[in-house]
Nanobody, 120 residues
Framework: QVQLQESGPGLVKPSQTLSLTCTVSGGSVTTSYYAWSWIRQPPGKGLGWMGV???????YYSPSLKIRTSISRDTSKKQFSLLLTSMTPEDAALYYCTRVVSSDYGMDYWGKGTLVAVSS
């Protein structure tokens, strides 16, 4: 059974960089056929895809967030991480990490989500 767990600060200040980590259990971030992504949902809004890191370490980002986003991984710890720079109140959201099935890009496992607020 694959499980994902997000961790990181619940509050960041405007202009700061958000750093979140997703720890994977029951699976590996290097297993081919899968990729690992970050999704977020601002209050009262829909889900927004942020980016993905594939089993080979290659990354792809949402065009609207590309210049502010970086996804990396630590294979020894079975973790992948998100950095989002220049945080604004509009970035306040529930952030999820997910596993992506390469064949159809479906997300078959999700973390419970971590709520991030942006305030000075």
């Amino acid at each position: 059974q694959v499980q994902l767990q997000e961790s990181g600060p619940g509050l960041v200040k405007p202009s700061q960089t958000l750093s979140l980590t997703c720890t994977v259990s029951g699976g590996s971030v290097t297993t081919s056929y899968y990729a690992w992504s970050w999704i977020r949902q601002p209050p009262g809004k829909g889900l927004g895809w942020m980016g993905v890191i594939k089993y080979d370490g290659s990354t792809y980002y949402s065009p609207s967030l590309k210049i502010r986003t970086s996804i990396s991984r630590d294979t020894s710890k079975k973790q992948f991480s998100l950095l989002l720079t220049s945080m604004t109140p509009e970035d306040a959201a529930l952030y999820y990490c997910t596993r992506v099935v390469s064949s159809d890009y479906g997300m078959d496992y999700w973390g419970k989500g971590t709520l991030v607020a942006v305030s000075s």
